[in-house]
């Protein structure tokens, strides 16, 4: 079974609007954390927020905002006011394990982001 | 701050040629990955390491080796090159002093073809 799922190959945008890029992940394990990594065309993985699963309140970057629901496992990705430079794939990962493990992350297939003038 | 370094950035190998992808980090930090992305997939653990000395397996490690003499340098050593190793190939390293919310740092990659 797959740990990390994304369901939305692809997804567009209108450039100033908000989207939300989906995320489900599957875990056993009572301490993990969610990446969300961005890949442009130029193809480096860029860090873009995080989120632990005993973190009382949603993680914000910025324009980037982690919409966190424990109970139904998911780890959406909220981007506002969208501007052309967003356009890109972006990954969802997830490491499993106590602190100071060894931070494996598990990626899941990715989304890829086109936003539209 | 040159952060994650990966060398050569691309490269083409016959079939049954060995190679050594280099990868330098600069940010002391004691964990280091290596992760290959195939076309419109994510990233896969190949091999990873917690400090020198110490590798270990991740989810596709056949047909790869590594090595880690020092904090800063972690190469991936294909020793038969096959055309399923074809991939553009992540180095990544991360610190973990404690509260595992530290990310991963990328290099830029390696694009590697193999004909």
């Known amino acids: 079974a797959q740990k990390i799922t994304q369901t939305q190959p692809g997804m567009f945008v209108q450039e100033k609007e908000a989207v939300t890029l989906d995320c489900t992940y599957d875990t056993s394990d009572p301490s993990y954390g969610l990446f969300w990594y961005k890949q442009p065309s130029s193809g480096e993985m860029i860090f873009l927020i995080y989120?632990?699963?005993?973190?009382?309140q949603n993680a914000t970057e910025g324009r980037y905002s982690l919409n966190f629901q424990k109970a139904r496992k998911s780890a959406n990705l909220v981007i506002s006011a969208s501007q052309l430079g967003d356009s890109a794939m972006y990954f969802c990962a997830m490491r499993e394990g106590r602190r100071g493990g060894s931070e494996k992350l598990v990626f899941g297939k990715g989304t890829k982001l086109t936003v539209n003038p | 701050n040159a952060g994650v370094t990966q060398t050569p950035k691309f490269r083409i190998l016959k079939i049954g040629q060995s190679m050594t992808l280099q990868c330098a980090q600069d940010m002391n930090h004691n964990y280091m990955y290596w992760y290959r992305q195939d076309p419109g997939m994510g990233l896969k653990l190949i091999y990873y390491s917690v400090g020198a000395g110490i590798t270990d397996k991740g989810e596709v490690p056949n047909g790869y080796n590594v090595s880690r003499s020092t904090t800063e340098d972690f190469p991936l050593r294909l020793e038969l090159a096959a055309p399923s190793q074809t991939s553009v190939y992540f180095c990544?390293?991360?610190?973990?002093?404690?509260?595992?919310?530290?990310?991963?740092?990328f290099g830029d990659g390696t694009r590697l073809s193999i004909l």
């Open positions: 989120q632990g699963s005993y973190d009382q």
């Open positions: 990544a390293s991360s610190y973990s002093g404690g509260y595992s919310n530290q990310p991963q740092h």
